[in-house]
Structure formats: C-alpha cells, structure tokens
C-alpha cells in the first residue's frame, strides 16, 4: 500500500470570485517520493472562462510548476511537501487543500485522479466509468478517519431514504447528469430536496452533481432546487468541502 497526497490547483478569473476552473493536479507518493503534476491540455475551454486571459503566459505558467515538481525529484529532496509547495500561490492561480490518502501498489491513482478532476480535459469515452469515479470518492472521504455508517435511514415517514454515503453527521447524494436530460431530473431534484428539507436537524446534507459541461436551463433549475434545502457542489469542489466539514 502507498500513502499519498495531492492538491488540485484551480484558476480564478479575479481574486475575489468564487468561481475557478480545475486545471492541474500535483501528486506526491509519501512512500516512494514520487511526484508529479499534471495540467491541462484544452486551452480552448480555459479561453472560455476567462476571454482576457493571455493562453501563451498560462501555458508557460503550467509547464514551469512541472519543471519545478521535475527539478525537485532529480534532486532528491527528501523533505519536498506539498503544502509547503503549494502555499504560495495566493491570487489567480490556488491550490485546494492537501488530501492524504491510501492506494493500492497496482492503483493507476495519478491517472485515475487526474480524469476525476479535469474531467473536461478528456474525450467523454476517456472519462472515469461512473463505479470508478464511486471508488474514488469513497477513497477521498475515507482519508478523513471519519466512520462510515449505512447509507440507508429511516424518514419521517418511515420510508427507506437511501444515500450514496453518510460518514459522521454528512449525508451525500450524488446526482450524476451524464447523457442524461436533466429536464427528466426535475422530480427526482424535488423528491430529495422534500427530504433533506425533513432530515436537516439530523445530517447535513450534501449532493454532489457532476453536470458533464452542461450548463442547460434545466440543468440550472434543478440546482437551484437542490440547493434551496441542502448543501449543493459541482462534483470535484464538493469534495473538498465535505472534508472540511467532517474534519
């Protein structure tokens, strides 16, 4: 087994926006020192976010933080750390914070990690399946030492309300809208936003969605359903935010 960490360096548009685009990923294996950072190839998508910026300087931005995670491998420096690596960068470009976890040997995790958090950099047949993406997420939630109980409780009703997962006093849903017309997910958003409304004074209620880049009308109505009675957070950034809330 290995012990790692990484950090997801997201990019800003402007210091005080909360919104930010996922663009690289820095690994490091605490048993074996290995390291590695990973980024972005669709510059196309980057453009779209922020129209201003200048693509020529983040490319070179990007390849530099490589260099240096390169550099500080060839050098055998024993003592790197990620948070001390990461906690410089202040402004535009942050990093979230550092997640330890526990691999298998044989697990592909730099891959593996990079496709769940920039997803969009990756044709949709070159995407994590949906179990493998469910496996990762429970490896990220388990990193906090947080037990796991049944995802299954009982409503006010009595009636069986099943979660993906609830660890400590989180309970997490995940929608997924992967080829699917969100316009049909509207119910289903009102069902457990009925729910997490009933259950809110026992967990704290977290879904998750993973929107494959689909920012339709629907889309958007059932999001705001969802997180009119709960906690709700696009996918990669959620998860960060469930760690800080169990920790």
């Given at each position: ?24 990923m ?30 020529d ?10 260099r ?17 690596f ?42 994590l399946?949906?179990?493998l ?17 049944i ?25 997924s809208?992967?080829e ?19 259950l ?26 969802l ?21």
């Open positions: 087994m290995y012990q790692v960490e990484y950090a997801a360096l997201k990019y800003y548009n402007n210091v005080i926006s909360d919104e930010c685009l996922y663009i690289g820095l690994f490091h294996n605490l048993t074996t020192g290995k390291r590695d950072f990973r980024y972005i190839s669709n510059f196309k998508r980057f453009q779209a976010f922020d129209d201003e910026a200048d693509i300087f983040i490319k070179l931005y990007l390849a530099g933080i490589k240096q995670v390169e550099i500080s491998l060839l050098n055998y420096q024993d003592n790197f750390s990620i948070a001390n990461t906690k410089i960068y202040v402004n535009e470009f942050r990093f979230s914070e550092v997640t330890t976890m526990v691999v298998e040997e044989n697990d592909d995790y730099v891959e593996n990690l990079t496709k769940m958090y920039l997803k969009f950099d990756f044709n949709k047949e070159k995407r399946s949906n179990s993406e469910k496996k990762y997420i429970r490896k990220i939630l388990a990193s906090s030492k947080v037990d796991f109980s995802p299954k409780i009982s409503g006010t009703y009595e009636e069986n309300v099943t979660f993906d997962y609830i660890i400590g006093d989180v309970a997490i849903k995940l929608f809208f992967k699917k017309n969100a316009g049909k997910m509207i119910a289903s958003a009102k069902t457990w936003a009925f729910s997490a409304e009933e809110k004074d026992r967990y704290k209620i977290v879904f998750l969605y993973d929107d494959d880049n689909d920012s339709s009308d629907d889309l958007k109505i059932v999001i705001n359903i997180k009119k009675h709960a906690y709700a957070f696009q996918l990669q950034d959620g998860l960060n935010r469930i760690l800080k809330m169990i920790s």
